[in-house]
């Protein structure tokens, strides 16, 4: 239609090429195509048609003016063929590219539910045989011939511990995965509520190392519960672990920010040197030798990798000898 209305327009015009610069909009309208063949097809159309009005338009201008104009349009229409096929190329390479990312992140989430079930049916499978490697050598501690024998009693107190500490690693380990997996359930998160469940859940420690846990009002976030309450049990039985001669007081404060709530949780403990504030929140990493360190490593990984699944971020203040402060940004994403 367009190039009709062109031709005819040419034709009945005097002398000049105004009318057949409508030709250049047939090769835009054609990219939907995305043939070259096709492309390249109604522009030589369109050329012909251009210098064929040259022969047959009315007169009433100069005829080099005529010329002129219509080489003009000829380079503007094979220069719009030009735009318009790498304007074509650069849509077939975004849509591969989206195909691909999106074959990527199918792939990557079918790799880590099969990662997860993995790692679930491994840890089942090695915490069997290490609960009876436990229980046999309790069994065998109570042995009258044990008892008489430190040597022996020490031996099997030996290996019950380190098949403690194998079995805290696997659960940390799985801890860590699962909080990468899944989505992120964003809800009411009180946490207030949530430090009161935290509290319950580490009276024991609390009471032994006669821990003084107090907080400010703290306020209602839109993030995961379940990985909250995770969170802040990581960063309070870190504080109690690493306490000082005098028994440990942790105080959480928040602080309303233009991007979210920041959460504080300050102790009076060891302290950390800046060396290792700069790699604290490495996984499997537990400080400096000489520094009393019985974890797997993981439990300030996982609290960084929780923050981070929230789209906030966490950092760590400290001296040694003064105490440490974990601070974290949860968006406010409403």
């Known amino acids: 239609m367009i190039i009709a209305l062109s031709f005819a327009a040419d034709l009945m015009l005097p002398r000049g090429a105004t009318a057949a610069i409508g030709y250049c909009l047939v090769p835009v309208l054609a990219r939907t195509s995305g043939r070259i063949w096709t492309l390249l097809f109604v522009t030589i159309v369109c050329t012909a048609l251009t210098w064929a009005g040259y022969f047959f338009e009315p007169a009433g201008g100069s005829w080099w003016a005529s010329a002129f104009d219509r080489a003009m349009v000829t ?38 539910a099969e990662l997860e079930d993995f790692s679930s049916v491994i840890a089942h499978d090695i915490r069997g045989p290490l609960c ?20 022996s009693k020490d031996w099997i107190d030996s290996i019950v511990a380190e098949i403690s500490q194998v079995s805290t690693l696997i659960e940390r380990l799985l801890s860590y995965a699962r909080v990468g997996a899944g989505k992120v359930k964003l809800t009411s998160c009180d946490c207030e509520t949530v430090l009161d469940t935290v509290r319950q859940a580490l009276r024991m420690q609390l009471e032994e190392a006669g821990a003084q846990l107090t907080h400010e009002p703290l306020p209602t976030l839109h993030a995961d519960p379940q990985l909250i309450a995770q969170l802040l049990q990581n960063l309070i039985e870190n504080s109690i672990k690493y306490r000082g001669s005098n028994p440990p007081r942790i105080h959480l404060s928040a602080t309303a920010m233009a991007e979210g709530w920041r959460l504080s949780i300050r102790d009076s403990g060891i302290g950390i040197s800046p060396e290792e504030c700069r790699r604290i929140f490495d996984r499997f990493y537990q400080g400096a030798t000489g520094r009393p360190s ?41």
């Open 75 to 112: 380079g503007v229409l094979w220069l719009t063929l030009l735009l318009v096929w790498r304007w074509r190329q650069a849509e077939i390479a975004v849509a591969k590219k989206a195909r691909a990312l999106r074959d990527a992140v199918r792939e990557l989430r079918r790799s880590n």
């Open 132 to 151: 009876s490697i436990s229980m046999a050598a309790k069994i065998l501690s109570f042995r009258d011939a044990v008892k008489t024998d430190s040597e």
């Open 294 to 334: 019985t974890g797997a490593g993981i439990g300030l990984a996982t609290c960084k990798r929780i923050v981070e699944r929230h789209g906030g971020r966490i950092e760590v203040q400290s001296e040694p000898g003064h105490g440490t402060t974990f601070s974290f940004v949860i968006p406010d994403s409403n």
